[in-house]
C-alpha cells in the first residue's frame, strides 16, 4: 500500500507540472469551445505572470477573448497595450476580430482580410464565434465628448481606441454637417497605425469638408492652411501607393537571445538518503534552461549499501518570479550491477543575487523508478547557480 500511494503521489505530481504548463493552452481551448467566461478568467490569471515569454500572445488572445465576451472597451485598452509594446505577426487578425466583433467591419478590413492566414490555434472556429458573437447595434455617443475623448486617447498613443471613436462619431455626424475635424484627427491616428491608404481616404474626406465649409463660410485660416493639408494627402498618397498589402502596426522584432552557460553544485536528501549534485547547463531563454547532471550518494541508515553514482539529464522553466518547475530523468549506478532508471519532476525557487551571478536554488523533487521493485521517493535539494556572464531576467 505504501508503494502504491508513492506512485500515485508521482503520478499526481505529473499532471499537476502538465496542467501548469499547459494553461495557455486551456484558454485557447476554452475559447474554442466558446466557454469564453472561463477564457476570460484563465487569460486574466496568465497576464499577472512576471515576464512571460509569450505575453505579447497571451495580451493579444486576452483582447479577443474580452472582445467575444461583449467587453469591448476593455478589449481595446489591451489592443493598444500590444500596440505600444509592439505586437507579433498575429496582431492584425487580433484587431480584425475585435472590430468586427464590435460591428466594425469597415476598420476591421484595413488591418486583416480572409485572404491572410489566422492563427493556427482559432483558423477553425473564428468565423462561427466571430457570427455568434458580433454586435450589430450601433454605439449612440454624444459626438462632442467622444470626439474629445478620442483626442485624448490619441495623445496618449491609444490610436486604436481613438479611430473607433473617431469612427462612431462619424457615423453620428455624416450627412448633416460640415465639420471635418473627426475626419482630420482619424487621419493622424491612421497614419500613426502605419495604414496610409486609409490615412489618406480620411484626409480626402476632411479636405472636401473644408472646401464645402469655405464655400459657406470663407475663413482665411483655414483658406491658408488647406494647401499644407493637400500636400500633405499627396504625401499619404505616395506611401500608400508605396505599400503593398496590409502593413501590420509596428511589429514586435524578436530579440535574439544569447544561450548562458551555469554551473550548479548542491545536495540532495531524503528520509533514508543523501547526495552531492552538480549540473552543467545553459539557458536557452530567460525563462527556460536544459543540464546534464552528476552526482553520487549513498543511503546513511544502512552500511551495506555502496557509494551510487547519478547521471542525468533535466530542464527547469520559470512559471512566475522565482518560482521554476522541473522535468528530467536520471540513470542511478550502484556498482552491482542493479541500475535503476527514474523520472524526476520537481518543483522550487531560484532566488537570484543583486549581481545576477549567482542564485540560490531550494527545490522538491520526486523520484519515479521505473523498475517494478523500485520505490518512489521524494526529497529536497539545496545549492547554487552560477552564471557565465550577468543573468538575464
Given amino acids: 500500500m505504501r508503494k502504491l500511494e508513492k506512485y500515485l503521489f508521482c503520478v499526481l505530481f505529473l499532471f499537476s507540472f502538465a496542467t ?68 507579433d505577426a498575429d496582431f492584425p487578425f487580433y484587431i480584425a476580430q475585435v472590430f468586427s ?25 473564428y468565423k462561427e464565434l466571430l457570427q455568434k458573437h458580433k454586435y450589430d447595434d450601433a454605439d449612440i455617443f454624444d459626438a462632442d465628448l467622444a470626439y474629445l475623448h478620442a483626442n ?14 473617431y469612427h462612431s462619431v462619424q457615423e453620428l455626424i455624416e450627412g448633416y454637417t460640415n465639420e471635418y475635424l473627426p475626419y482630420l484627427s482619424s487621419s ?22 473644408m472646401q464645402a465649409e469655405l464655400q459657406e ?52 536528501f531524503t528520509l533514508d538518503y ?19 547532471n552528476f552526482g553520487f550518494g549513498g543511503n546513511y541508515e544502512s552500511d551495506d549499501n555502496p557509494i551510487s553514482l547519478n547521471l542525468g539529464l533535466s530542464a527547469y522553466y520559470r512559471v512566475y518570479r522565482v518560482l ?9 549506478f550502484n556498482g552491482e550491477g542493479n541500475n535503476t532508471f527514474s523520472l524526476n519532476p520537481s518543483i522550487g ?3 537570484v543575487s543583486k549581481s545576477r551571478k549567482s542564485s540560490w536554488d531550494i527545490f522538491f523533487n520526486v523520484y519515479c523508478p521505473l523498475k517494478s521493485e523500485a520505490f518512489p521517493g521524494f526529497g529536497f535539494s539545496i545549492g547554487k547557480s552560477f552564471y557565465l556572464g550577468r543573468r538575464n531576467l
Fill in 152 to 165: 485624448q486617447l490619441a495623445s496618449q498613443g491609444m490610436f486604436l481606441q481613438s479611430i473607433m471613436l
Fill in 20 to 87: 501548469f504548463a499547459q494553461s495557455q493552452k486551456q484558454a485557447q481551448l476554452y475559447v474554442e469551445l466558446d466557454k469564453i467566461s472561463e477564457a476570460i478568467t484563465e487569460y486574466a490569471r496568465l497576464t499577472t505572470k512576471d515576464k512571460d515569454k509569450d505575453k505579447v500572445a497571451i495580451l493579444e488572445e486576452y483582447a479577443y477573448a474580452l472582445a467575444l465576451g461583449g467587453m469591448h472597451r476593455q478589449a481595446m485598452i489591451y489592443l493598444d497595450r500590444v500596440n505600444i509594446i509592439g505586437g
Fill in 188 to 209: 493622424v491616428a491612421w497614419e500613426r497605425l502605419f495604414k496610409y491608404k486609409k490615412a489618406a481616404m480620411e484626409l480626402n474626406k476632411s479636405i472636401e469638408l
Fill in 349 to 351: 525557487v531560484s532566488i
Fill in 217 to 268: 463660410n470663407p475663413d482665411t485660416t483655414l483658406a491658408n492652411a488647406l494647401p499644407d493639408f493637400e500636400n500633405h494627402l499627396q504625401l499619404l498618397q505616395i506611401q500608400a501607393a508605396n505599400t503593398q498589402g496590409l502593413n501590420p502596426p509596428k511589429v514586435k522584432k524578436r530579440q535574439t537571445y544569447n544561450p548562458q552557460l551555469m554551473l550548479y553544485a548542491g545536495g540532495l
Fill in 324 to 332: 521554476f518547475v522541473g522535468f528530467g530523468f536520471s540513470e542511478q
Fill in 274 to 292: 543523501a547526495s552531492f549534485n552538480t549540473r552543467v547547463g545553459v539557458f536557452i531563454s530567460n525563462s527556460f534552461n536544459v543540464s546534464l
Fill in 101 to 125: 466583433l464590435m460591428g466594425k467591419d469597415s476598420i476591421a478590413v484595413e488591418f486583416w482580410t480572409e485572404t491572410n492566414n489566422a492563427p493556427a490555434w482559432i483558423a477553425r472556429n
